[in-house]
């Protein structure tokens, strides 16, 4: 094992250096799930679909040596239960929740403080303390205004690679019918 595990390492000795054990070693999965993943786009832990992200996301998320990552394309994993947040789409590579620089809303959306906007740090929390402080939430209208503004990059800070909007309209639908807030 190498002593400083994210130095600089030469291409020619990349390979030799992923083979080794570290804090950065990504986690490889079974070759036999190779054809299901890369032909369906499939989670090789859960069994779901994943969607695609862009690499720049990916690296951006990751708190491992980007030496680990594969010059590929991954995908995200949106099941809750499963520990899996990317996969590589041949179907050889995943990346943990251990592996990922923030908490990530979709595995863990029973959790109030993990952000649902990842851009302007709204959470399920604060979503829900404005409901009930007045009655109604301002996180979409504020989203949306800063988005025109430009302010927002979803496409880096938000670990599933896109807008957030959604996932923050179905938090302020849930709570308002929770605790029966007029719309």
Known sequence: MSQNCCAPVDSNQKEAHLNEESCCTPVWVDKDQ???TAQTNLCPTCGQKGKKVDSL???AMLDVSLLAVREVA????RTADCPVVYFAADGLQ????DQIRVPVHQKEPDNDHVPVCYCFCH???TIRAELLA???STAIEEIEARIKAGQCACDIRNP???CC???VSAVVKQFIAAIQVPA
């Open 34 to 36: 190779k054809l299901t």
């Open 94 to 97: 995943v990346f943990t929740k």
């Open 123 to 125: 959470s399920p929390a």
């Open 160 to 162: 599933q690679g896109n």
């Open 134 to 136: 007045t009655g109604r």
């Open 165 to 167: 909007l959604g996932n």
């Open 57 to 59: 996301t990916l690296k």
């Open 74 to 77: 991954y995908l995200f994993c």
